[in-house]
């Protein structure tokens, strides 16, 4: 049974261009979060997608945005990019729409803004 | 707002020596609380967790109990092995969609 999974492993952007991250749930999984971690801190709640519609969203400005395909796999997409948008990008997936306290980590994109 | 802090790290030591990590939270509602570990390389892994005021959760020796009255839930191991060594977070979820963690804490832990 594959975990979650993310593409890619790494990136390295520059200030001003674009970046789509993609998550891959667990299977049997119909929901998914994205969280930003920062070197050397906690992880940080951006959104929650579930039945294709963002639910909850965490303090992000606009530029951090999202979709999820009827497949329940999700993409991440950053405009903009600022130098402080550098950050592991971890995605976690839960069942039963998210109402389960339980999520599942995948391994992170890790992305580089220069 | 809602909140988790935890020891700051890094902690280092020896090998089957004892273990605490603390851990409180300011939440509303009742939350469940997790500890999750993060691996050299790896993505989080969910360690352990507890639902309710006196729960205790356990997993590959380490243990936690729900402590409602001090809103904390201390992470412990009797014998740290070197593979212990990670960065563990502590974290709860209140049922809005989000969990909240703590900024983690660094075990280092030597032969």
């Known amino acids: 049974d594959a975990g979650v999974t993310q593409s890619p492993t790494h990136l390295i952007k520059t200030r001003g261009q674009q970046v789509t991250l993609r998550c891959s749930p667990k299977?049997?999984?119909?929901?998914v979060s994205w969280y930003q971690q920062a070197l050397g801190q906690g992880p940080q709640f951006i959104f929650q997608?579930?039945?294709?519609?963002?639910?909850q969203r965490g303090n992000f400005p606009d530029r951090f945005s999202g979709h999820q395909f009827p497949n329940y796999s999700s993409e991440l997409n950053v405009n903009a990019l600022l130098l402080g948008d550098s950050a592991l990008y971890l995605c976690?997936?839960?069942?039963?729409?998210?109402?389960?306290?339980?999520?599942?980590f995948g391994p992170g994109t890790r992305l580089t803004v220069l | 707002g809602d909140s988790v802090t935890q020891m700051e790290g890094p902690v280092t030591l020896s090998e089957e020596a004892f273990l605490t990590i603390n851990c409180t939270y300011t939440?509303?509602?009742?939350?469940?609380l997790f500890w999750y570990v993060q691996y050299p390389g790896e993505g989080l892994q969910l360690l352990l967790k507890?639902?309710?005021?006196?729960d205790k959760g356990s997993n590959k020796g380490f243990e936690a109990t729900y402590r409602k009255e001090t809103t904390s839930f201390h992470l412990e191991k009797g014998s740290v092995q070197v593979s212990d060594s990670a960065v563990y977070f502590c974290?709860?979820?209140?049922?809005?969609?989000?969990?909240?963690f703590g900024a983690g804490t660094r075990l280092f832990v030597k032969a």
């Open positions: 974290a709860f979820y209140t049922g809005g969609f989000k969990t909240i």
């Open positions: 939440a509303t509602g009742y939350p469940s």
């Open positions: 299977s049997g999984h119909d929901t």
């Open positions: 976690a997936s839960s069942r039963d729409g998210g109402g389960t306290d339980t999520q599942y």
């Open positions: 507890a639902t309710k005021a006196d």
């Open positions: 997608y579930y039945e294709e519609e963002e639910r």
